[in-house]
């Protein structure tokens, strides 16, 4: 299943194979939903609405979803969900929130004093990184309580492997993954908008701003650049031997690791807004 949030603040839940609309979380009309994730071990939902410095989860109630709120302090960009039941959102400020239900947020420091646009965790939530608005990448290993800087030039995006062992950090123009099987995989020009990791760290998908997606596997190999979207990739999610992507032009697409040679598949969705992010 995909959560694809629309233009009118409502989020679609889909299934992967037959493009079915499963669920609908309602929001307000007027509020975009910028970012979902799915929580962990769980048939919830998180989803983040910035105009509204809303992040609530979303669960099944009946024939519809119920929503029930978790923050509503600041104005979140991006939101990711781990398996021990907290969600860690980035927003404007200069912390990450870590959310628990029921309990008032917990903010972790971006040491570099930037705001955080971007946040990822590992699944059992003992490793979260983000990414500032100056540039930095801060690897937070929670159990540990041990935060290790990193820089790399231009970073724009960050995703994370299941285990929190594979980082890569997007720039504009590379992919830079770093874990044991270290690479820089490059796309020529400035257009890189978004990026993912497998579950296992081995694969590398990035959307670009005219609508390519590239991918490579665990040996740094370019395996696809696929042609799909007419706009902008603004989400890149892998699953379970496929990678989907959402773009601007309000499409989402499964491509198939196992038939790369193929066409993608399972035309997904079709919204009235062109701003879509997808999450897995």
């Not at 992040?55 to 104005?75: C, F, H, K, Y």
């Not at 690897?139 to 994370?160: D, N, Q």
């Not at 830079?176 to 497998?198: K, M, N, W």
Request: contains cysteine; negative net charge.
């Amino acid at each position: 299943v995909v959560a694809l949030p629309e233009g009118s603040g409502d989020v679609g839940l889909f299934r992967v194979v037959t493009g079915e609309r499963v669920g609908l979380v309602v929001g307000d009309g007027h509020a975009v939903a910028k970012h979902a994730a799915f929580l962990i071990g769980d048939d919830g939902v998180a989803v983040t609405w910035p105009l509204r410095y809303l992040v609530a989860v979303a669960r099944r109630a009946g024939e519809g979803m119920q929503v029930e709120a978790w923050d509503a302090t600041l104005n979140y960009r991006r939101v990711v969900a781990a398996a021990d039941g907290h969600i860690y959102a980035a927003g404007y400020g200069q912390t990450i929130s870590k959310l628990t239900k029921g309990q008032e947020r917990q903010p972790i420091a971006v040491r570099d004093g930037g705001s955080p646009v971007d946040v990822v965790a590992s699944r059992d939530g003992q490793v979260v990184a983000w990414l500032s608005s100056r540039g930095g990448v801060e690897v937070a290993k929670l159990g540990a309580e041990v935060v290790v800087p990193l820089s790399v030039a231009g970073a724009t995006r960050i995703a994370l492997s299941g285990d929190g062992a594979v980082l890569a950090i997007a720039t504009r123009a590379a992919v830079h993954v770093i874990g044991a099987q270290a690479r820089v995989v490059e796309v020529p020009g400035e257009r890189i908008s978004e990026v993912a990791l497998s579950d296992d760290g081995a694969w590398v998908a990035a959307g670009t701003i005219d609508g390519e997606v590239w991918l490579w596997d665990a040996a740094g190999t370019l395996r696809l650049v696929g042609v799909g979207h007419d706009q902008r990739v603004s989400g890149v999610a892998f699953g379970d031997g496929w990678v989907m992507t959402a773009g601007w032009d309000g499409v989402a697409l499964r491509w198939d690791l196992s038939g790369l040679e193929r066409a993608p598949g399972c035309l997904l969705y079709t919204s009235p807004s062109p701003r879509d992010r997808t999450r897995s």
